[in-house]
């Protein structure tokens, strides 16, 4: 059953939209999360890992310039971005995810998806493109996809761009207006500003029914360019750090012991802090059995 609300709260209504960093601490900050990402993507750990981002939002939220960013600390040759339109007449002759499928990135790379399989319950659900219980079953569809992405090694890490009408609307007239962004606006923005509310309706069902511990959503206050940036970039960084180290970030399901012993098997490198652990209490062991050895021969 789709969700209905009781008091008008929502998790998308219950984010501070004014938060902001000024341009000196932005600076100061996105080159000091840009430079820990390098670093990360080039932690000989991660050979046996892969990183998927997801970015979702309104129209005109930011993810472009949020993408390029992430773009900027990495290695071309080591990320793809994807951006996803309406789908073909091909991928239209196939299962509704294998499109996405085709792209999920091997071992040791990254893939950026600029719009996502989310767009079965969102555009998709809200233009009417497919039938009610098409969009309904996508939610499981979609869980089971991400579960199967994380169980393999891939550390999946979804963000949704969250502005207020007003601040859309600011960016829209700019859009017109600048003539070098003039091809970013379209009649169908303007078409979809006037169903803003069932968006945000069918965008509070996918966050709750689609925010799990194997890949929960990142929501992000985007009317401010600035803090948006820094919060994906800095996001993005624990989150990695913290699966490369085996620290698991709190609402996150632990990689399961089959993606951990093929890790293990193929980069013998790639060893989490579990099987640290594990190997300090066995040697730990030993040396105290040889003590109490070498006690009874005295």
Known sequence: MVRVDTDGRTVLSELNLGKKLDDKTYEKELSKWQARLAEL???PRFKGRSLLCAFEGADAAGKGGAIRRIGAALDARQYQVIPVAAPTEEE???????RFW???????KVAIFDRTW???VLV???EGFCAENDWLRAYTEINDF???LADSGVMVVKFWLQISQQEQLKRFKAREEIAFKR??????DWRNREKWDAYQQAICDMVERTSTGNAPWTLVEANDKNYARVKILQTLCERVEAELDGRIPKGIQPLSKKARK???????????EEDGDSKAKSKSKSKSKRSIQGKSKD
């Not at 085709?102 to 040791?108: I, L, M, N």
């Open 146 to 148: 991400e579960h199967e």
């Open 41 to 43: 993507m080039r932690d």
């Open 118 to 120: 989310y767009g079965r």
């Open 183 to 188: 091809f970013k606006i379209t009649q169908e």
């Open 102 to 108: 085709r792209h999920v990135p091997r071992q040791g």
């Open 262 to 272: 093929v890790a293990k098997s193929e980069f013998p490198t790639a060893e989490t």
């Open 92 to 98: 239209r002759a196939q299962p509704y995810l294998w």
């Open 124 to 126: 998709e659900r809200v």
